[in-house]
């Protein structure tokens, strides 16, 4: 089955710098993939839609400049949180839609479990 | 717009009993609706998801949903329950092939032995 694989699985970083998340889809190609965020306890929200070979497209209220997508390949998408702040440590998960017809299908990556201090 | 609402944050069933999970959506066109279990720190598995067709669906790990138009529900529910499938689980819905999926709130489900 689909098989879509995000690292890493946990970074720690400190105050001021950037991490980059990367998400793959490793055997099927992906126009398509979403960004999540989860907060402890909570559901996810979706942050952005990102399109293979356009800009992504940004959920109300998600910060375009702090939170970059990029989405160079049919296969990966990358997040990269830019000058991180304590507020930023959450839980990002990343989907990647089934282009197959009619599948309806989307998998998800394990998740990156980003904690900035 | 499309929102979910899952009634219960926390269910506690023994095992063996019946799980039900309860999840009712909004949504002014007819919609695609999903379960997802999330373990913790990982990312969320596909149950099972309603498109078109048979109402009721079958799912992975003994789960199914039936969807209830004129009740606007996707519940779940497993006849007996397993120590393993304590997690969290997720209702969503889209209403547009391929559109993104909005989540409801999450229901956490424990399993006493």
């Known amino acids: 089955g689909a098989v879509v694989s995000q690292h890493p699985s946990r970074v720690i970083c400190k105050s001021g710098t950037s991490v980059k998340i990367e998400c793959r889809s490793l055997?099927?190609?992906?126009?398509?993939m979403f960004w999540y965020r989860q907060f402890p306890k909570q559901s996810l929200m979706l942050m952005a839609t990102?399109?293979?070979?356009?800009?992504?497209?940004?959920e109300q209220g998600v910060e375009k400049d702090k939170f970059l997508i990029n989405h160079a390949s049919l296969t990966l998408s990358t997040l990269t949180v830019t000058s991180a702040h304590p507020e930023d440590s959450s839980f990002y998960i990343c989907?990647?839609?089934?282009?197959?017809?009619?599948?309806?299908?989307?998998?998800f990556g394990s998740g990156t479990r980003l904690t900035v201090v | 717009a499309q929102s979910v609402t899952q009634l219960g944050s926390h269910v506690s069933v023994s095992e063996g009993a019946l799980v039900l999970l309860r999840c009712n959506y909004s949504?002014?066109?007819?919609?695609?609706l999903f379960w997802y279990v999330q373990y913790p720190n990982q990312g969320l598995q596909l149950l099972l998801k309603?498109?078109?067709?048979?109402?009721l669906v079958k799912g992975i790990n003994g789960f199914e949903a039936e969807f209830k138009k004129s009740e606007t529900s996707f519940h779940l529910t497993k006849p007996s329950a397993h120590m393993s499938d304590a997690a969290e689980y997720f209702c969503?819905?889209?209403?547009?092939?391929?559109?993104?999926?909005?989540f409801g709130a999450g229901t956490i489900l424990r399993v006493k032995s």
């Open positions: 055997d099927f190609q992906a126009t398509t």
């Open positions: 989907s990647a839609r089934d282009p197959g017809p009619g599948s309806m299908r989307y998998t």
């Open positions: 949504s002014s066109v007819p919609p695609y």
């Open positions: 990102s399109n293979e070979g356009s800009k992504a497209t940004y």
């Open positions: 309603y498109t078109t067709g048979a109402t």
């Open positions: 969503a819905v889209s209403v547009e092939y391929g559109n993104k999926l909005v």
